[in-house]
């Protein structure tokens, strides 16, 4: 796993095979269970003390809402980030502490947690740093506050709620908000850029995005990826692709996406181009992605960006347009699908 600290173990990279997909965990070093996709992660942390006054990194007394970049995010300098866990997708709960030795001959390290003094030996530990809009790049590993105000995590008041409170670890998806101040994560999490600490050491492949969006929110590399191929009935479930390597011959028909929704980072054939769909583009027999939020029974198009990039996609056939002019198509497993949140499948 990029980022995790773990001195005098050689580098493992980890990849699996699964239904047409290899999957990289994008970390270095010891592998275990993450979080299944969807489930939520273990209890949020205890109730944070009173808001207050603290000091950084440099001494200097930092008064409430002054816990930005400058002034490390309230956090002491001898501070690292640690879990139980191996970050491999979605996002993960992880705390403060303190580091109390050295690494043993398997990479553990004993640290305290800053949180409620808690000793544990993990093989987890991220030292981060703060960061500048123009370093925080698609793909990267991004530590961010718990705790979210009007929908984005944003920066502690208090060095009190910085070192007491739970963090977040997920991969950046999305840049294209950092005209409005904040990022988007993994999961659909919106985070304030000026709250995102970058994991030292953090080699994660990134993407360079460009391009303007169309009406969901899909720039030029996004594609639709799957562990499965096209059903031949049914459906299956999906999510926005993020390329880092297109398939071409040169990787046997392979790509190398950022999944959005779960920010892992994998090899897959099962990947397609899509298309925004018309009422009189939309034909029975055709593959089609939409998304996998309803309203009154008929699936939507997404109305923000972290619900596009955050949320599954169904992908299945057309089976019926008889009212198409109501603007609803029904697709296999009869879904009923809003024609503005159809997406074609180029084959």
């Not at 910085?162 to 988007?184: D, F, K, M, T």
């Not at 999510?239 to 390597?245: L, P, Q, R, S």
Request: positive net charge; glycine residues 10%; hydrophobic residues 40%.
């Amino acid at each position: 796993m990029h980022g995790v600290r773990a001195k005098g173990l050689l580098a493992l990279a980890v990849v699996a095979v699964v239904s047409g997909c290899r999957i990289e965990s994008g970390i270095q070093g010891p592998s275990i269970r993450s979080r299944s996709p969807g489930a939520e992660p273990a209890s949020a942390e205890a109730a944070a003390p009173p808001e207050g006054n603290g000091r950084g990194e440099s001494g200097a007394v930092v008064v409430a809402g002054d816990c930005g970049p400058a002034n490390n995010h309230c956090l002491p300098g001898d501070v690292v980030f640690a879990s139980t866990r191996e970050f491999i997708e979605g996002r993960l709960q992880i705390f403060v502490a303190r580091r109390t030795g050295e690494p043993d001959a398997t990479g553990e390290t004993q640290v305290i947690s800053l949180k409620d003094g808690q000793s544990i030996t993990t093989r987890f530990t991220f030292s981060t740093q703060s960061a500048s809009p123009d370093q925080i790049g698609v793909g990267k590993l991004a530590i961010f506050p718990y705790h979210s105000s009007g929908g984005i995590h944003r920066n502690h008041a208090s060095q009190e709620r910085a070192v007491s409170s739970a963090w977040w670890i997920a991969r950046v998806v999305s840049v294209e908000s950092l005209a409005h101040g904040y990022i988007i994560t993994s999961d659909g999490m919106k985070v304030s850029a000026d709250a995102v600490r970058l994991v030292e050491g953090d080699s994660s492949k990134t993407a360079s995005m460009a391009g303007a969006e169309d009406t969901h929110f899909f720039q030029p590399d996004h594609f639709i990826i799957a562990t499965n191929p096209l059903p031949g009935r049914g459906r299956i479930q999906g999510e926005i692709g993020i390329a880092i390597t297109k398939p071409s011959p040169d990787t046997k028909g392979e790509g190398l996406f950022i999944g959005a929704r779960r920010g892992k980072v994998y090899w897959t054939r099962n990947a397609w181009r899509t298309v925004p769909a018309t009422s009189d583009r939309v034909k029975v027999g055709q593959f089609v992605a939409f998304p996998y939020d309803t309203r009154d029974g008929v699936h939507q198009r997404p109305a923000t960006r972290e619900l596009a990039l955050g949320h599954s996609w169904w992908i299945a056939k057309v089976v019926d347009t008889s009212d198409v002019f109501k603007g609803v198509i029904t697709t296999a497993n009869g879904m009923k699908v809003s024609v503005d949140a159809v997406r074609i499948v180029k084959e």
